[in-house]
């Protein structure tokens, strides 16, 4: 069984490869056998992360501006000369605006536009320039990172008095929006490059950990069953499932690790 879990010498490209869930992403594909690319616009981080592989070929960093398919197609040509034809599209990258957290009634254009643009339009992008190499192998695997906000709608309870380094914090429109998005064009892609042996399917995280206040901790704990946030590498395992063979036979799905809060 082992075996079929493996991602040895298997190219996978993963954006926002350097953020918060992306290392831990990162790190368990690696961890698993595969060579990665990581593009990131944060050319510390991921210069950072590529630096602390011990294999130097095995990961490489790219910066880049995901929504535009003239630099994904630069990026695209460097991949495949340094590490070779890619196998695993992971679209990880999201974005927050400069005034994410703005009530819903004056939240900016600019502001929707730009979050819309990395969480959906980066991504159609990125399955543009990636999975139309896959197909025409007549195989890949795409993998779409949601969120559990684009399948139920956040409960605004929890917020009051919630913070996040510092700041006050909410589940915007466009985020639920842009998620949801996601998850359509997963299923349209699934159908669309099934017969050529692309697989595309979703890992939808509930709340993951990662500095939030106690308020903020207590009442979304409070919503899930586990009675916890996720740690940042509880996906992994998902993530390296849907990678592997070991999901060969699994497209279109949306695989949900939530600890249990869509259950209730």
């Known amino acids: 069984m082992s075996e079929m879990f493996s991602l040895q010498d298997r190219v996978c490209v993963i954006t926002g490869g350097a953020g918060i869930l992306g290392t ?13 690319a990581i593009i990131d616009r944060d050319a510390a981080s991921t210069a950072r992360f590529t630096a ?8 490489r960093g790219y910066v880049a501006d995901i929504r535009s398919r003239d630099q994904m197609e630069e990026v695209a040509k460097k991949v495949a000369a340094e590490l070779g034809p890619v196998d695993v599209l992971v679209n990880n990258a999201a974005a927050k605006s400069p005034n994410f957290f703005t009530r819903f009634e004056e939240f900016p254009l600019e502001d929707w536009d ?3 643009g990395v969480n959906l339009t980066a991504a159609m992008v ?10 025409l192998r007549g195989r890949g695997s795409i993998i779409n ?9 956040p409960d605004q309870r929890i917020y009051e008095g919630s913070e996040y380094e510092g700041h006050p914090i909410n589940t915007p429109a466009v985020y639920s929006a842009s998620k949801a998005a996601l998850w359509g064009l997963t299923k349209y892609l699934a159908s669309y490059w099934g017969g050529r042996g692309v697989r595309v399917n979703a890992i939808t995280p509930g709340g993951v950990f990662s500095g939030q206040n106690d308020t903020f901790v ?4 409070a919503r899930v069953p586990l009675g916890r946030m996720a740690k940042r590498d509880e996906l992994s395992g998902a993530l390296v499932y849907l990678a592997s063979d070991a999901s ?7 695989l949900i690790v939530d600890g249990g809060l869509t259950a209730w």
């Open 24 to 36: 831990a992403m990162s790190s368990a594909l690696l961890a698993h056998g595969a060579r990665i």
């Open 52 to 59: 602390s592989v011990t294999d130097a070929q095995r990961a």
């Open 114 to 116: 730009f979050v819309m």
């Open 126 to 135: 990125c399955c543009q320039v990636f999975g139309s190499g896959m197909a």
């Open 145 to 153: 990172t949601l969120s559990i906000y684009g399948i139920v709608a």
């Open 218 to 221: 207590e009442r979304y704990s």
């Open 248 to 254: 060969s036979y699994v497209t279109g799905q949306n």
